[in-house]
């Protein structure tokens, strides 16, 4: 019965032990969730951490706000073109654009606050772990010596009573890794779990940062656009409707707008850009102001197409740095090696930043259409069929054009307004989250902007 005994604890010890060295890798890891990056900036003034209550209050009192002056500006816009009129047009554009970005901040601040509970959480449970750990090691320490002492005892002056004994021990320690080892178990599937929400969490802040940033570029525009047509009319009603009479001119005007590329530093004039998105538009279906909205908003049709990764950049903003390793960095060499491109100095996005400086997130979208390298694998079959081309130019303004319309139209683009506002939301971000609605609205507001000037250029 004792040699049973002994054969049955010794067994007992080595599966713990293999389990244990497993629960060890899986714990090297769980340790490393500790340098996760620090929390997105604080946007508010106030070191007082609003209540949720608070937070909801003040949030729906700036929607209320917005709703207000939107039906302003429709009221506005509706009347005859007047320099005054315009004028109080743009200003409550601005006016609404202010509360929109003074939104985001409080949904930044509020998520800022989750990250750092989130951050905190995964913290507390690593160093449970980390205890366990250690008191897995104690007890197998002392199951070892129980071990090589089970065997001993049945010599020693105690004889079967002592080695009775010793086994009682050596069970009781083992029913005490048992439970150690399942309350490890459950501190891993909440790390596991606050891992996936802390994950999801960065990305709503870099896409909240994104918006943001298109809301700040938006208030410059208008700012300018007041600026410019003040100085052009100088407050004159005369001089503002001789201007918007002169409809050859502004057609002029819009056709030869310069928008400079990145590939070979050519440029595209507006009246180009028209064309070939009205090319696409011919093969694919979707809409071709659609197309120049969607193109504008991701690199303001091309001028814009990373600041990452250009000629004397630094380091850390190599492509090595700012790409998901496992994600992009491959297909980003295979990309650029097709083309004949340097993958060292071939420009892409820059991923967001934290207030510390620390990366939010992921960059490396490349070209006008702002594809990731490994989405634009996907779709190069699809471009190749109308192009022919082997390895189709994220960063040509023709193959974006495609590549941005054909995901558009499988992502519900169907020329209207709901299928268009669908597909621009799920282009940025994947999802409808209503979050992330400014840049899907932007987007119609544009597409009827680019209706217009296509409906001028053309007469």
């Known amino acids: ?4 005994a002994r054969l049955y604890a010794t067994r007992y010890t080595r599966s713990i032990m293999i389990s244990f060295l497993r629960r060890n890798n899986t714990i090297f890891i769980l340790l490393t969730l500790f340098f996760m990056v620090a929390a997105v900036p604080v946007a508010r003034a106030d070191t007082a951490t609003p209540t949720k209550a608070e937070l909801e209050a003040e949030l729906n009192q700036i929607e209320a706000q917005i709703a207000g ?17 315009e004028i109080s047009s743009l200003q409550t554009q601005e006016a609404v654009l202010r509360l929109q970005i003074k939104k985001t901040n409080l949904v930044i601040s509020d998520l800022n606050t989750k990250l750092d509970q989130t951050k ?8 449970k772990t980390k205890a366990f750990d250690k008191e897995i090691t104690l007890l197998l320490d002392q199951m070892n010596k129980n071990d090589d002492s089970l065997f001993v005892s049945v010599f020693d002056n105690g004889g079967l009573t002592a080695a009775f004994q ?48 298109i809301q700040q570029q938006s208030l410059v525009d208008k700012l300018s656009e007041q600026k410019v047509l003040l100085a052009q009319t100088k407050g004159k009603e005369a001089t503002y409707e001789s201007q918007i009479s002169d409809s050859q001119k502004q057609a002029e005007e819009i056709r030869n707008r310069i928008y400079q590329l990145f590939e070979g530093n050519t440029t595209v004039t507006f009246g180009q850009a028209v064309s070939i998105a009205e090319n696409v538009s011919q093969m694919t279906g979707v809409e071709a102001p659609f197309l120049l909205a969607i193109l504008t908003q991701e690199s303001n049709l091309g001028q814009n197409v990373g600041t990452c990764n250009r000629p004397g950049d630094p380091p850390s903003k190599s492509w090595r740095v700012v790409m998901k390793p496992d994600r992009d960095q491959q297909p980003f060499i295979q990309i650029t090696q097709a083309l004949g491109l340097n993958t060292d100095t071939t420009p892409v996005s820059c991923p967001m930043h934290n207030s510390d400086g620390s990366q939010l997130g992921w960059g490396g979208a490349m070209g006008p259409a702002q594809f990731i390298p490994s989405t634009w694998m996907g779709y190069i079959s699809q471009i190749s069929a ?19 319309a054909i995901k558009l139209k499988a992502d519900g683009a169907n020329n209207t307004s709901t299928g268009e506002w669908d597909a621009a939301m799920r282009y940025f971000s994947g999802s409808l989250n209503t979050r992330y609605s400014f840049y899907g609205d932007n987007v119609l507001a544009l597409t009827q902007k680019y209706k217009s000037d296509i409906s001028t250029i053309s007469s």
């Open 1 to 4: 019965m004792l040699m049973v």
């Open 166 to 213: 010793d086994f009682k021990d050596y069970a009781t320690i083992s029913s005490e890794i048992a439970d150690l080892t399942a309350q490890t178990r459950a501190v891993k599937v909440q790390l596991d779990s606050q891992q996936t929400q802390l994950g999801q969490q960065q990305d709503d802040a870099q896409q909240l940062l994104s918006i943001k940033a």
């Open 386 to 404: 109308y192009t022919g081309e082997v390895m189709p130019n994220p960063w040509d303004i023709r193959d974006a054009f495609l590549a941005a």
């Open 69 to 85: 002056l939107q039906g302003q500006l429709a009221t506005t816009q509706s009347q005859k073109a007047k320099l005054a009129a």
């Open 120 to 127: 905190q959480s995964i913290q507390q449970n690593v160093a």
